[in-house]
C-alpha cells in the first residue's frame, strides 16, 4: 500500500461540492475507504425521532467522511491547494509540497 499523502492534523482545501475553496483540519483518514472527514466541511443532517434515550428528538448535524479525491493539502507557503511528493531529507521520507518546495512535516 502507498504511504498516505493526506493525514490527520493536515490542513485541506476543499476542491468540490457545496464547501469549495474552503480550508479545515483533517479529523480523520479513512484509507481503507479512501475517505476523509474534515473539520467543519461537508455537514449531514440527521432528522432524529424522540426515544428512552433522546427524549426531544430533533436534527442531528455531523461532519459526514468525503472522498479523497475532492481535497488537496493546503501548501504551507499560500495555504493554496498543492500535490504532495515524497523526498528523503537527511536519511529521513518527508513529504513535500510539489507548488513551493516546502516540507509539509518533519
Keep these: ?15 468540490s461540492g457545496k464547501d469549495k475553496g474552503r480550508t479545515g483540519t483533517v479529523q480523520k483518514v479513512m484509507p481503507k475507504d479512501g475517505k476523509v472527514i474534515v473539520e467543519g466541511m461537508n455537514i449531514a443532517a440527521r432528522h432524529r425521532k424522540p426515544s428512552q434515550e433522546n427524549p426531544q428528538g430533533g436534527i442531528d448535524r455531523f461532519e459526514a467522511p468525503m472522498h479523497l479525491c475532492k481535497v488537496a493539502v493546503a501548501d504551507p507557503k499560500d495555504g493554496k491547494p498543492t500535490r504532495v511528493r515524497f523526498e528523503d531529507k537527511d536519511g529521513k521520507k518527508v513529504r513535500v509540497a510539489v507548488k513551493s518546495g516546502e516540507m509539509i512535516d518533519g
Design 1 to 15: 500500500m502507498a504511504a498516505a499523502k493526506i493525514k490527520k492534523g493536515d490542513s485541506v482545501v476543499v476542491l
